[in-house]
């Protein structure tokens, strides 16, 4: 029969946690915190609803469970680029296909909602959510292999899986009392990316999706993989146009210090969460960024430093470090789709 199982299967607590901090990232919209990431459950039910979107699939399962009674099930994936990474595509599933899904349940109990870790078809295929995080030291320059000398090439984020899935909420800004403000009414589900809003800078420097960049004669080229995303960094100027139109992603000029990459970006449009998780940003942000290259090339060091004199006391930096995958094929973009993007608000506020 075709049943939902709600025992836990496994506890993962003691056994994975250390394996996990071992691991490349996937990227995830929104946290993952509303999920137990250390039990897994099994359903197994019919498809009655596939949604191949972005920013998440959702899968929708009736089920049957002990009474006899028929239940629906929401599973929650990655992107469509992460299930692509997996070799899940669109028509991996249709309605009135049965499968059977190892997975996180949500920690409200009267939520039938669960975190995808695998999933078997009923003709046998396997697709397991671990194997997102494969591709990248698949794709990656391996020692002894030539990395970028000009900070060209197609680079992820170097994290844990388990810090993409989870966010502790917004890091400890230094703030000014409009700033304070905000944070003190601060709500994860007011993350912009509910409303299919996009990371402007610096948010988009820290994307756990592939960068490609590349460049000419007068300018770097940043493709972001999630959003579609094109940035142009104009080189051999410090020169700015007198009528920049604000934006979420400013005017960038850029120079070379040394073997140091410098990239200096004003002109923005004030914006929700501009200056980062939980904090907003005015027309007057600015954001500086310095690029280096370690390991030969196989490893690229990018810290920024964002000043907003509306809601930072003072310059606010961080660091992330991104990773040379020449071997990795980017997935073109599908836009956000809305009702995705939203949609485990809505069930975790039922």
Not at 87 to 99: E, K, P, S, Y
Not at 329 to 338: A, G, M, R, V
């Amino acid at each position: 029969a075709i049943r939902v199982t709600t025992k836990l299967i496994v506890s993962l607590s003691v056994l994975t946690i250390g394996a996990l901090l071992t691991w490349p990232a996937a990227v995830a919209h929104h946290s993952r915190v509303n999920f137990d990431l250390d039990a897994v459950i099994e359903i197994s039910g019919t498809v009655a609803r596939w949604q191949y979107r972005n920013p998440h699939a959702f899968l929708h399962l009736d089920v049957i469970n002990d009474e006899g009674e028929t239940e629906r099930w929401v599973v929650e994936l990655g992107s469509i680029v992460n299930l692509k990474q997996i070799d899940m595509h669109r028509d991996t599933l249709a309605v009135g296909d049965t499968v059977t899904v190892l997975a996180n349940p949500e920690k409200n109990p009267r939520n039938n909602y669960v975190f995808f870790k695998s999933l078997t078809t009923d003709d046998g295929r396997q697709f397991a959510f671990a194997d997102v995080f494969k591709y990248s030291p698949n794709a990656a320059a391996k020692p002894g292999e030539s990395g970028s000398t000009d900070f060209t090439g197609i680079w992820d984020e170097v994290a844990t899986p388990r810090s993409s899935l989870i966010t502790a909420g917004p890091p400890d800004y230094p703030v000014t009392a409009a700033g304070k403000a905000i944070l003190d009414r601060y709500d994860p589900a007011e993350e912009p990316g509910n409303t299919c809003g996009e990371d402007g800078l610096p948010k988009l420097i820290r994307s756990l999706y592939a960068i490609v960049i590349t460049k000419d004669a007068d300018a770097y080229y940043q493709e972001y993989e999630f959003y579609g995303v094109q940035r142009t960094i104009h080189m051999n100027t410090r020169e700015r146009p007198a009528d920049i139109a604000p934006s979420d992603y400013g005017h960038s000029i850029g120079w070379m210090e040394g073997d140091t990459l410098v990239v200096d970006t004003i002109g923005f449009k004030p914006a929700k969460w501009g200056i980062g998780d939980g904090l907003d940003s005015s027309e007057q942000k600015r954001v500086v960024e310095r690029y280096v290259l370690k390991d030969e090339g196989r490893l690229m060091e990018v810290t920024y430093t964002v000043t907003d004199p509306v809601y930072l006391a003072e310059p606010f930096s961080q660091t992330h470090v991104k990773r040379f995958v020449p071997g990795y094929e980017i997935t073109e973009y599908e836009p956000c789709d809305p009702e995705a993007a939203r949609m485990h608000l809505d069930i975790e506020q039922n």
